[in-house]
C-alpha cells in the first residue's frame, strides 16, 4: 500500500523557515521522481520544487530547496524566508515518469506565515 506522510507544517512568523518532511513507503522510492505542490486558500495546486531519481532538481522558489534521502526514503523542502503568501496546504506527489505529478499523493501539511 502506497503512503506518502507529509510532516513539519506549522505556524511560523514572516521570515522564518520550515522544512516539510514526507515519508514514504509502498513503491521504489528511489526510482520515482518526487514533487512538493502547494494550494493557498482559494488558489489551484502549483507546483513548488521537485527532484528526480538521479536528483536533477527545479524549484519555482528561490527561497525553497528541495532533497532527497533515497535511505530513509523521504524528500524533503527547506523553506526560508517564508511570507504570508506561502500560506498553504503542501502536498507530496511521487511520480514514476517524466516530472509528474505521478498518482500517488500525501493528505497535505498546512504551513501558515503570519505573524
Known amino acids: 500500500q502506497v503512503q506518502l506522510v507529509e510532516s513539519g507544517g506549522g505556524l511560523v512568523q514572516p521570515g522564518g523557515s520550515l522544512r516539510l518532511s514526507c515519508a514514504a513507503s509502498?513503491?521504489?522510492?528511489?526510482?520515482?521522481?518526487m514533487s512538493w505542490y502547494r494550494q493557498g486558500p482559494g488558489k489551484e495546486r502549483e507546483l513548488v520544487a521537485g527532484i528526480t531519481s538521479p536528483g536533477l532538481r527545479r524549484s519555482m522558489k528561490d527561497r525553497f530547496t528541495i532533497s532527497r534521502d533515497n535511505a530513509k526514503n523521504t524528500v524533503y523542502l527547506q523553506m526560508i524566508s517564508l511570507k504570508p503568501e506561502d500560506t498553504a496546504v503542501y502536498y507530496c506527489?511521487?511520480?514514476?515518469?517524466?516530472w509528474g505529478p505521478g498518482a500517488y499523493w500525501g493528505q497535505g501539511t498546512q504551513v501558515t506565515v503570519s505573524s
Open positions: 506527489n511521487a511520480a514514476n515518469t517524466g
Open positions: 509502498g513503491f521504489t522510492f528511489s526510482s520515482y521522481t
